[in-house]
Nanobody
């Protein structure tokens, strides 16, 4: 079994910053891409940022130059530094990772339980 646990959400004023963390644990041989998604109330879940196993990154246009995704492979963790937060960033943030549990096994997509981020105006 593989578990992803997010932390770091909360309430912040517009213009403020938060740092989300997500740690994977359990039967892990390797992790490929790691991602952050978010889902605002009444909206579809959207991809916020992705980081490859080699460190390459990509961002949604709405968060470019404000959010930074990073990872620590030794800790099986991914982070999302969120600066200059806006009320429209309010959502539940989920981490997602492609994980395999053996050298020869397939990668499976795993999800965390989500952490609420609320930005007040």
């Amino acid at each position: 079994q593989v578990q992803l646990v997010e932390s770091g959400g909360g309430l912040v004023q517009a213009g403020g910053s938060l740092r989300l963390s997500c740690a994977a644990s359990g039967s892990i041989f390797s992790i490929n891409a790691m991602r952050w998604y978010r889902q605002a109330r009444g909206k579809q879940r959207e991809l916020v940022a992705v980081i490859s196993s080699g460190g390459g990154t990509n961002y949604a246009d709405s968060v470019k130059n404000r959010f930074t995704i990073s990872r620590d492979n030794a800790k099986n963790s991914v982070y999302l530094q969120m600066n200059s937060l806006k009320p429209e960033d309010t959502a539940v943030y989920y981490c997602n990772a492609d994980v395999r549990s053996s050298n020869s096994g397939p990668y499976f997509s795993r999800w965390g339980q989500g952490t609420q981020v609320t930005v007040s105006s």
